[in-house]
Every structure is written in C-alpha cells, then in structure tokens.
C-alpha cells in the first residue's frame, strides 16, 4: 500500500515538473537523443561487422580464432594437471 501512495505522489510531483520545466525537458530531451543515436548507431555497426565476419569465415572455411587448435587444448590439459598436482600437494602440507 506504501509503494502504491508512494508511486501515485512521485507521478503527480513528475507531472508537475514536467509541467513548469517543460522548456528544460525538451532541452534535456535534444541533447540526449544525438548521444542515444550515436551509440545505438555504433553498437548496430559493431554488430553488424561482426556478424560479417562469421559469414566470411563461414564462406571459407576457416575456424574462428577463438575456437583454438588441437595444441593449445593440449596445452591447457597439461597446465590443468600440474594444477591439480599443486593443489593436492598443498593439500597434503596441511
């Protein structure tokens, strides 16, 4: 019941705001919508070269550079056992 009176007060109070600092809203409202545009505009570029890429790997075959080779999965499994192997020897310490 609180947060139903409470909202009910702040939409009359931003009503009235609104209502006396119409002129700086409009202002507010001009400079931000460049800036939202600007990174909306980006963030659909980034996305769409990205997207580019894969169809270009895809088209030729080639695996993506994140996925890896066969040697650094080796790699990762031999770091992963002397791993292991410290831990369980700093296990024993105790």
Do not use: H
Not at 4 to 15: C, E, F, W, Y
Not at 57 to 67: I, K, L, N, S, Y
């Amino acid at each position: 019941m609180k947060t139903l009176i409470g909202g009910a007060v702040a939409a009359v109070i931003g009503v009235i705001g609104l209502a006396i600092w119409f002129q700086a809203f409009l202002q507010l409202l001009a400079g931000a919508i460049p800036v939202m545009l600007l990174l909306g505009g980006c963030l659909a570029l980034y996305l769409g070269f990205d997207e580019l890429k894969d169809t270009w790997q895809r088209d030729t075959g080639v695996e993506p550079a994140a996925a890896g080779g066969i040697d650094d999965l080796d790699q990762v499994k031999q770091e992963n056992e002397s791993l292991k192997k410290e831990i369980e020897a700093l296990k024993d310490q105790k």
